[in-house]
Nanobody, 120 residues
Framework: VQLQASGGGFVQAGGSLKLSCTASGSGFSNYAMGWFRQTPEGERDLVAAINSGGSTTYDDAVKGRFTISRDNAKNTVYLQMNNLKSEDTSVYYC???????????????WGQGTLVTVSS
């Protein structure tokens, strides 16, 4: 699967951005999708995920501010980010799940990320 993320940019603290990630291939609706972001240590942490059935989960740091959603007709997953903070600055990546459930692991492909910069 190939993943194309977009929507990053520069925003002031308190502002909003909406990221998009479009996946190639068929069967998009059968898989969980997730958004990850890179830490200063180089790790990629899960920010938000959505099951094939629409159930979602969020990291505590973004809960109440970020919303993940999907449009299966467009093979696209979104991340609406509101009330952005300087600590949200990172490269954001999307990833496809290995199954329809995010807790069952992830496909090995990352795709290119999209940079979000939040000024304080």
């Amino acid at each position: 699967v190939q993943l194309q993320a977009s929507g990053g940019g520069f925003v002031q603290a308190g502002g909003s951005l909406k990221l998009s990630c479009t996946a190639s291939g068929s069967g998009f609706s059968n898989y969980a999708m997730g958004w990850f972001r890179q830490t200063p240590e180089g790790e990629r942490d899960l920010v938000a995920a959505i099951n094939s059935g629409g159930s979602t989960t969020y990291d505590d740091a973004v809960k109440g501010r970020f919303t993940i959603s999907r449009d299966n007709a467009k093979n696209t997953v979104y991340l609406q980010m509101n009330n952005l903070k300087s600590e949200d600055t990172s490269v954001y990546y999307c990833r496809r799940g290995a199954t329809g459930f995010y807790y069952q692991g992830w496909n090995s492909n990352w795709g290119q990320g999209t940079l979000v910069t939040v000024s304080s």
